[in-house]
């Protein structure tokens, strides 16, 4: 039972592993575990590792805006910047020697729209071609994309790479992963024109829909490679703004629709430039890993989940010191300083740095804030050169995989249904509570040491769930067990024994070989009063001719007497027994058995029988001088009842006790029947012989066998010393003769003294004296 409830306990959470890991919709035990992550991230924090010396992060702040609108920079713009704003930003970072810049700012479409920018050399250019030169002379620029807004074909053709901003957080709001890539549909610039500039167009990879306003929608068909007839759109679309012109006719009606683009995280494609690695080759194994490589055996491996997302390790807040970090417009400035030929104060901090362009100011347009593990509110932006510092690095959040999780799962449950199973219940509390906090600091310093993300809410489940599943289980059937003890044993042992026995962790109640010393005592006399009281009651009916209803009540009413006299004689001896912490085995007849030393440990059974024996003989002579006073009694008012002829009181008996003792190996346990009954009792060649030693002890005798003798002589010399050894004696069922000791009882003390009014000390004492 106790294992087939640990096993379900475990299989629940492993069944809780299944779902969490199989469903984002069963979240409650995956977000429990995001937290426990996040709390390690900021432990983490506090304890900084490593960090990529090149990293370097340019913001545009609300001074930077400000700054722009000034005209301090010898041009001005409002949020909306024209182009050449950024061509030269290229420009001073590449004077500076910067090793690659990434933009985390979206230029989604050209503006011919904004105003141009003039040269050194007096002449003016294009806002937007200006950005493409810079773009061609540096050629170490990422600009941003989004699946399906990406930059226009001059910007993106002049760039080094594209990198993924997009930003996906977890169901709690919490970003902690990226995608490593994502593979765009890059979609012809006719076809993304023809989307911004009518309402209601509509396109995908199987066909194009033009708006019609007095007919059905046109439809442009996309064939399976994906091509489509660019020459009809460029006539719906000539012919929706109020003109009707022809295709040229030098150019191919037929053109691709979309094209294929991998294209990686923003701060992956920054950390390969600085690795070399080749992106174009990597080698993904989904759900598992992407391995890149690049020259000089360089290879970094990140993790992935089954969606392609690894988790990004925030170690780099926007605050560390080991980030180099300057505004936007102050390399603007520089730039402007430059090309004033003022030169002499300007800084190359940049050189050499893979710099991130992203926005910290405050404006719907402009923030970029929210959740991470360390704060609830992060510039997003930061994941990027974290992002990076972990490919440079190669140290990325590694997880186990499904087979060890559900290991360590089955390890912990069971450790748990192992400890509290074996050990009290205390004890087990504390060691599942230890065993916990071992797990917990593993799982802590895996992380920080080498970032390794070992779960803990469910294998931590697994532990305390079993431990309260048993323990619950322990209650109930520990609670059923004292009943079970405290209903064989209340009425035959003393209650202190009761309770160690209740308090004893294993009993073997089902039988077990034991050292025990057993009492065999018998009320002499009883059969004799018996008899006599029924001989008496018949002569009775006789004598008053009493019918034969009534005959039987007065018979009935006499063996009721007898029947209290022996119990008050055998109850006598039970209560003796109890108060030396003796187990009462059965009545047999006007017999009583009782042994020492199970079914709890008792190293001095032998002495404590023998007091047992001693004091109950004294109890027994005592109750005999009460009733014999009572006898006087009952003679003088004999006289009266005669005189006013009335039927006198019968004189009470006087019984005695003989007791036979004997220590020895015995089985003990339990005999019967669950259905019926059961009996905690004694058997075996040693029981036989103390009975047989109270067959031979007659009236107020205590008679014990040698090897109660000897334990005597070692625990009690005095109480030995003033034993008598009788003639060996040939006893049924023994071939050679045993001996025999006698143990003297009787004192000059007038009343008895019991085991709850006299120490046994005192009544060994006594006893010795009484044999000298």
């Known amino acids: ?4 409830l640990c096993g379900a306990a475990v299989g629940l959470i492993a069944l809780l592993q299944v779902l969490t890991n199989s469903s984002e919709d069963f979240g409650f035990t995956r977000r429990l575990e995001w937290m426990t992550y996040d709390w390690r991230v900021r432990l983490a924090f506090n304890h900084p590792g490593p960090a990529a010396p090149n990293l370097g992060f340019v913001f545009i702040s609300d001074e930077t805006v400000e700054e722009v609108l000034s005209g301090r920079l010898g041009y001005s713009a409002g949020l909306y910047w024209p182009r050449h704003i950024y061509g030269h930003l290229l420009q001073e970072l590449g004077t500076q020697g910067a090793e690659a810049v990434a933009f985390d700012v979206l230029l989604a479409e050209m503006r011919p729209d904004h105003t141009p920018v003039e040269l050194p050399d007096g002449t003016q250019e294009s806002s937007d071609y200006f950005l493409i030169h810079q773009l061609q002379q540096s050629r170490n620029v990422v600009l941003a994309a989004q699946n399906g807004v990406t930059p226009p074909d001059a910007f993106r053709t002049n760039a080094w790479a594209l990198g993924n901003i997009e930003v996906r957080r977890d169901s709690d709001g919490i970003l902690r992963r990226a995608r490593a890539f994502a593979d765009f549909l890059v979609w012809h610039p006719m076809i993304v024109q023809a989307s911004r500039r009518f309402q209601g167009f509509q396109f995908d990879t199987n066909r194009l829909l033009f708006p019609a306003s007095n007919q059905e929608a046109a439809r442009i068909p996309i064939d399976l490679e994906g091509n489509f007839d660019q020459g009809r759109l460029y006539e719906l679309s000539s012919e929706s703004m109020g003109g009707l012109q022809e295709f040229p006719a030098n150019v191919k009606r037929v053109s691709k629709a979309y094209s294929r683009h991998r294209v990686w995280n923003l701060g992956v494609v920054l950390a390969a430039r600085n690795l070399k690695l080749d992106l174009s080759n990597a080698l993904v194994e989904p759900g598992r890993r992407i391995v890149l490589r690049g020259p000089n055996d360089v290879e970094r491996v990140i993790p992935i989940d089954h969606e392609g997302r690894f988790y990004i390790d925030w170690s780099l807040p926007f605050t560390d010191r080991r980030l180099t970090c ?4 102050s390399l603007l400035h520089q730039q402007r300083a430059r090309a004033l030929g003022k030169t002499n104060d300007l800084s190359h901090r940049w050189h050499d740095k893979l710099v991130l362009v992203g926005s910290v100011a405050s404006g719907n347009d402009l923030t970029d804030l929210g959740a991470t593990p360390l704060e609830k509110e992060t510039y997003l932006t930061s994941s990027y050169w974290n992002i990076a510092n972990s490919l440079i690095l190669g140290r990325f959040t590694r997880q186990p995989g499904f087979a060890t999780e559900f290991s360590l799962i089955l390890l912990l449950g069971f450790a748990g249904g192992l400890l509290t199973w074996n050990l009290r219940a205390l004890i087990a509390a504390s060691c599942v509570l230890v065993l916990a906090v071992i797990y917990l600091s593993l799982g802590v310093y895996f992380y920080l040491e080498v970032r390794y993300w070992l779960p803990l809410i469910l294998p931590c489940s697994a532990l305390c769930f079993t431990h309260f599943t048993l323990i619950s289980y322990r209650v109930v059937f520990e609670q059923r067990e004292r009943r079970r003890i405290r209903n064989i044993f209340a009425k035959i042992v003393s209650p202190n024994v009761v309770n160690e026995l209740l308090k004893a962790e294993k009993l073997s109640l089902g039988g077990a070989r034991r050292e025990v010393t057993v009492f065999f005592s018998d009320v002499r006399g009883f059969t004799e009063m018996t008899d006599e009281s029924h001989a ?10 009493l019918s034969q209803l009534e005959g039987e009540a007065y018979c009935d009413e006499q063996a009721q007497e007898v029947l209290r006299t022996v119990n008050l004689y055998l109850g006598r001896i039970a209560d003796t027994v109890k108060q030396h912490e003796g187990t009462l085995d059965k009545y047999i007849g006007d017999c009583v058995m009782a042994f020492w030393g199970a ?7 032998a002495l404590g029988c023998v007091q047992a024996a001693i004091d109950a003989q004294r109890a027994i002579h005592g109750l005999n001088q009460q009733r014999a006073a009572e006898n006087k009694c009952r003679e003088k008012e004999n006289l009266q009842r005669a005189q006013q002829a009335q039927s006198p009181l019968p004189p009470l008996k006087l019984l005695s006790m003989g007791s036979g003792i004997n220590t020895g190996i015995v089985t003990v346990g339990l005999m019967g029947s669950e259905q019926h009954t059961f009996n905690y009792t004694v058997f075996g060649r040693d029981v036989n012989l103390a009975a047989r030693l109270e067959g031979l002890s007659g009236r107020g005798r205590i008679l014990i066998g040698e090897a109660t003798y000897l334990a005597l002589l070692e625990e009690k010399p005095d109480l030995a010393a003033a034993c008598q050894e009788l003639a060996p004696t040939t006893v049924k069922g023994f071939r050679t003769p045993v001996k025999i000791f006698e143990v003297p009882w009787k004192t ?25």
């Not at 709890?600 to 059974?605: F, K, L, R, S, V």
């Open 599 to 605: 079914p709890t440990p008792n190293e001095h059974h």
């Open 536 to 545: 008496k009651a018949e002569e009775y009916v006789r004598e008053r001719k």
């Open 326 to 329: 300057e505004s936007f417009h």
């Open 1 to 4: 039972m106790p294992v087939a």
């Open 748 to 772: 000059t003390i007038p009343s008895p003294p019991t085991a709850a009014t006299v120490p046994a000390a005192d009544t060994a004492t006594d006893t010795a004296q009484a044999a000298r």
